[in-house]
């Protein structure tokens, strides 16, 4: 089969809900993947954030094997080992807590979002606050959530109580403050929104707001977890803060699909009951199996400490490469959640980069996100930045014909 009939079956059969580029990906190793025809990439934008270990890690994929000669699904009112020892590392690695599993982003914080409404629910409080540019899933709630109009058009009224701050403004946030609050929710870096980094200030004023209200503080790590910032978690990068519910997906399966939304052990009372809330596949063992491979290989290869040499690795390039072409107006992130900003579209430099084998991805207009694996080696880093260059100046020399920008290049 080509990749032209596989189009067409799409076409034919999938609902068409996603921009689709024109490749088949078949084959990955570590940071590098195959299509179809055959064409090498250097992966840069593994699994849409998923694939942090990097596409098919030896250690998780010998878990799942090894799960699945045993027992694939058990109903969740019967007890599954894994689900219980995978609770346990989670706690363990994050803050005393009990956990809560589902099959997805967007699942974990539909469940947090549940959870802060029934700890309101006596008190006569349901309205959460939550950032604009953020991102926090396509499900009804999630997308409500989310403070970018463009995902609610279409889908009024909307659902749910939530109110927009500006990111990293505590003053923004005082000002939406009602009797009726119950939380605040929100990414210590924005992903989609562009890799926005909370500020300490913001994130420990937020810390006190909450405390003083009792209100509930809800992270959202499911792009920033599992060592993607040098941490296992964000929210760990800042000195006394810590959240009440933690919500994470995309990394912790290591490329199957799990979520869960852990709990504070310090919020004392029981809140969700037996029979308030469930979950089918929710925490199976295959995924559990999966998701406990990948705490052993973060622990086992010392992966927190490479994300973070690996991350001033690509702080030196981004310099280079801003030195180089004016177009790029900052560079920004942590470790291996990075960001170029640039001064025009970044779609043309995604295209081009995907053109010569380098897979990076586009966000809000005029943003380049790159978040390689924690496995990403210094050569693949300098590989990578070797293509960028190029596709820097080949844009710059499109430009220079079209008449467009003519600030891309020196």
């Not at 570590?30 to 942090?52: H, M, N, Q, T």
């Not at 349901?126 to 499900?139: A, L, V």
């Not at 980094?197 to 792009?223: N, T, W, Y």
Request: aromatic share 8%; net charge positive.
């Amino acid at each position: 089969m080509k990749t032209a009939e596989v189009q067409e079956l799409y076409k034919q059969f999938v609902l068409p809900t996603y921009t689709q580029v024109p490749v088949c990906l078949v084959k990955g190793k570590g940071s590098r993947v195959w299509d179809l025809e055959g064409k090498e990439y250097l992966d840069f934008f593994p699994g849409w954030g998923v694939s942090a270990l990097g596409h098919c890690h030896p250690g998780v994929v010998n878990a799942i094997k090894e799960q699945a000669r045993k027992m694939l699904h058990v109903p969740n009112n019967f007890l599954n080992i894994k689900q219980a020892e995978l609770a346990r590392t989670i706690s363990e690695a994050s803050f005393p807590a009990r956990i809560f599993f589902c099959n997805s982003g967007a699942e974990a914080n539909e469940g947090a979002i549940k959870f802060a409404k029934k700890y309101g629910s006596e008190t006569g409080r349901y309205e959460i606050i939550t950032m604009k540019r953020s991102f926090h899933g396509r499900t009804l709630a999630a997308m409500n959530a989310t403070g970018q109009e463009k995902f609610h058009q279409g889908f009024e009224p909307l659902m749910e109580k939530f109110l927009h701050a500006d990111f990293n403004d505590l003053e923004s946030v005082k000002r939406l403050i009602t009797p009726k609050t119950i939380a605040i929710m929100f990414e210590p870096i924005q992903g989609e929104g562009g890799i926005n980094v909370a500020s300490p200030d913001f994130m420990s004023g937020i810390r006190k707001l909450c405390d003083e209200k009792d209100m509930l503080l809800i992270l959202d790590e499911v792009q920033t977890g599992m060592g993607r910032t040098g941490k296992m978690f964000a929210y760990q990068n800042y000195h006394g803060v810590g959240p009440d519910l933690m919500t994470i997906s995309k990394s912790l399966g290591g490329g199957v699909p799990i979520g869960a939304f852990v709990v504070n052990r310090k919020i004392g009372k029981e809140v969700l009951t037996a029979g308030m809330h469930g979950s089918t596949f929710g925490g199976n063992p295959l995924v559990c199996a999966a998701a406990l491979a990948v705490f052993k290989v973060i622990k086992k290869e010392k992966l927190l400490t490479w994300a973070v040499r690996m991350g001033e690795q690509l702080d030196r390039e981004f310099e280079k490469l801003q030195a180089k072409y004016p177009v790029i107006e900052n560079s920004r992130g942590i470790a291996l959640m990075r960001a170029l900003k640039l001064k025009e579209p970044a779609a043309p430099y995604a295209n081009e980069a995907r053109a010569q084998g380098l897979l990076i991805n586009a966000t809000q207009g005029d943003v380049l996100r790159i978040m390689p694996a924690l496995t990403v080696t210094p050569k693949e880093i300098r590989l990578a930045m070797r293509i960028l260059d190029s596709v820097f100046a080949r844009v710059a020399e499109q430009n220079a014909k079209s008449g467009g920008c003519s600030c891309s290049a020196h």
